[in-house]
């Protein structure tokens, strides 16, 4: 089986501050990993993914990720956030290889609050 | 955008009756599958298709079940509505890595359904 842990639930930052959201997993198996952007009332915007390579990625809007096989995480920063990034930020895992039919396992969110 | 399409995008039922959702895409893929959203949970897989005719279930398909007839359609049924369904509902469309694929899943907007 596998899970995704999202170490906070909500993160208060001010403008122009850096931020970093934090996402461990687990599996027994290799995993493909995605950040997800959630603005309120729309679907899920895909920020960034992780399928092999790098291990550092860069996504829309400023924000990258890194994935770290031996701490089994994929915490997601920006250097410099603005109001606009205030939403909840979805971590995600599916078996690599297509092994699970892509199905995801999602964390429970983080809400990222931007103030001036 | 990722051509997903749900409809309807709000509805109010009573319980016990039978409420379908439908999920139309415009790009052909393969895979398709059903969240649900409640607050503290993240994203709950109902079901999921990887092809015409070929459905199974996800973590939470008690009270539901799904219909793929033809590639751009995916229809969710709640055979008798209970107030416990009431959730926000996400279609969502998988491109599998390699060739042109992208390696991704996309979401439609959503459907908020309220059982009263």
């Known amino acids: 089986a596998q899970s995704v842990t999202q170490l906070d639930s909500q993160v208060p930052v001010f403008e122009e501050a850096p931020v970093e959201l934090r996402c461990n997993y687990s599996?027994?198996?290799?995993?493909?990993l995605f950040w997800y952007v959630q603005y309120p009332n729309q679907g899920l915007q895909l920020l960034l993914k992780?399928?092999?390579?790098?291990?550092l990625v860069k996504g829309i809007n400023g924000f990258e990720a890194e994935f770290n096989k031996s701490q089994t995480s994929f915490h997601l920063r920006k250097p410099s956030v603005h109001i606009s990034d205030t939403a909840e930020y979805f971590c995600?895992?599916?078996?690599?290889?297509?092994?699970?039919?892509?199905?995801?396992?999602f964390g429970k969110g983080t809400l990222l609050t931007v103030n001036p | 955008d990722a051509g997903i399409t749900q409809s309807p995008r709000h509805k109010v039922t009573e319980t016990g009756t039978p409420v379908t959702l439908r999920c139309h895409q415009t790009?052909?893929?393969?895979?398709m599958y059903w969240y649900r959203q409640d607050p503290g949970h993240g994203l709950r897989l109902i079901h999921y298709?990887?092809?015409?005719?070929?459905?199974d279930k996800g973590e939470v398909s008690d009270g539901y079940s799904v219909s793929r007839s033809k590639t751009e359609d995916f229809l969710l049924t709640l055979e008798s509505a209970t107030s416990s369904q009431t959730s926000v509902y996400f279609c969502?469309?998988?491109?599998?890595?390699?060739?042109?694929?992208?390696?991704?899943?996309?979401f439609g907007q959503g459907t908020r359904l309220t059982v009263v």
């Open positions: 969502a469309i998988s491109e599998p890595p390699g060739g042109t694929g992208r390696g991704s899943t996309f």
């Open positions: 599996s027994s198996v290799s995993v493909y």
């Open positions: 992780y399928l092999s390579g790098s291990t």
């Open positions: 995600a895992i599916t078996r690599g290889s297509g092994g699970s039919n892509y199905k995801l396992t």
């Open positions: 790009e052909n893929h393969r895979y």
């Open positions: 298709s990887y092809g015409v005719k070929d459905t």
